[in-house]
Each structure stands twice: as C-alpha cells, then as structure tokens.
T-cell receptor
Framework: EDQVTQSPEALRLQEGESSSLNCSYTVSGLRGLFWYRQDPGKGPEFLFTLYSAGEEKEKERLKATLTKKESFLHITAPKPEDSATYLCAVDTGANSKLTFGKGITLSVRP | KAGVTQTPRYLIKTRGQQVTLSCSPISGHRSVSWYQQTPGQGLQFLFEYFSETQRNKGNFPGRFSGRQFSNSRSEMNVSTLELGDSALYLC??????????????FGPGTRLTVT
C-alpha cells in the first residue's frame, strides 16, 4: 500500500528563519509528487508537481526537491503570510488518485 | 479563469438523512475527483470521474456515490448519514485523467456536519 509521511507535524519559525519540510514516500511506482498549501477553511492550493528524482522547482520563497524516497519543501526567509498547512501527495496509478500525507502546519512569527 | 466551485459551502444534516454535494470544475477540465478531509484521517480519495465515467474509487462504503454530467459538473451523494461522515468534502478538477503530466486544482470544499 502506498504511504506518505510528512514531518514534522508542526513547525514554528521566526520570520526570516529558513527551514525544510519533509515528505517521505513508499510507493510501487511514482508518477508524480505534488505539494499543496492549505489555509484554514479553504481548499488546497496547488504549488508544485515533481516527476523524477533530481527535479527541482521554485516559486517565490519556496523550493521543492525530489529524490527516490523523499521530497523536501525548502522555505527561505519565511514571512508570516507563509503560515499554512503544507500537504504532500503522490500519484502512483493511471488515474487521478492522489494519496496524501497528513500535512505539516507551519507557523511563522513576526 | 474561474476556479473550481462547490455548493453548498456549509451543510448541517441529521443522522439517517442523505445529502448531495455539487462541484463545477474549471472550464475545459474533464476530470473531477472527490476527497474527504477529516482531522484524524487527513485527505482521503473518494472517487474520480472522467467523461461521465467513474474511473477510480477509494475505500469508502457504498453509501458514498457520485456521478458526472456531460458538461463535466459532478455531484456526490451520501445516503444514511452517520456522525463520522462529518468532514470537509473537497472536489478537484484536472484537464485530463491521470497520464504523465497533470495538475489537480481544488475547490473551497463543502463543510458537512452530521448531528
């Protein structure tokens, strides 16, 4: 069975304090790894898709990387508005079924 | 470009009742997936529709069902509601179903409370 584990469950940072969020996965065959951001009471907002080990994608203060066993979401010099839950999901099948991790709740203090 | 819309946004039902939730995908998107989100289990896949056909189904009881119309709009139905069905129900749309490159975009969700 496909498994996605995100760590830590919660992370508190000071504004400007860079850090990384981890997503490790155990799947039979990875077709894509997705990162989403979710604000309270809202649906997940798409951030990145990574398809193969070694791939990297960047967007503003966020950078996502992928290896054969895990993905990292690096946050550089975070701001309070980066506070949210960050979800990682994998696609391993031929259809649009994503298996999600439980998410990492990030809190950035001013 | 309008995003994924879901109606209603909030719903309160009583145990034993049934409920229908609606999802309108992004214009041009033909695949619609449904997910249930709870604090304990996180986001769990319910089912996915493409061109009015259910292509994939998660591990949920038969009380959970859905359908997709010719305009790609989708509905999901939950019959004989139980307290444990209280959750945020999310709809996601994508241009295609699966394939090597696709992205799923989520709606704001419907918050269902069963009392």
């Amino acid at each position: 069975e496909d498994q996605v584990t995100q760590s830590p469950e919660a992370l508190r940072l000071q504004e400007g304090e860079s850090s990384s969020l981890n997503c490790s996965y155990t799947v039979s065959g990875l077709r894509g790894l997705f990162w989403y951001r979710q604000d309270p009471g809202k649906g997940p907002e798409f951030l990145f898709t990574l398809y193969s080990a070694g791939e990297e994608k960047e967007k503003e203060r966020l950078k996502a990387t992928l290896t054969k066993k895990e993905s990292f979401l690096h946050i550089t010099a975070p701001k309070p508005e980066d506070s949210a839950t960050y979800l990682c999901a994998v696609d391993t099948g031929a259809n649009s079924k994503l298996t999600f991790g439980k998410g990492i709740t990030l809190s950035v203090r001013p | 470009k309008a995003g994924v819309t879901q109606t209603p946004r909030y719903l309160i039902k009583t145990r034993g009742q049934q409920v229908t939730l609606s999802c309108s995908p992004i214009s041009g998107h033909r695949s619609v997936s449904w997910y249930q989100q709870t604090p304990g289990q996180g986001l769990q896949f319910l089912f996915e529709y493409f061109s009015e056909t259910q292509r994939n189904k998660g591990n949920f009881p038969g009380r959970f069902s859905g359908r997709q119309f010719s305009n790609s709009r989708s509905e999901m139905n939950v019959s004989t509601l139980e307290l444990g069905d209280s959750a945020l129900y999310l709809c996601a749309s994508s241009l295609t179903a699966g394939g090597p490159y696709y992205e799923q975009y989520f709606g704001p969700g419907t918050r269902l409370t069963v009392t």
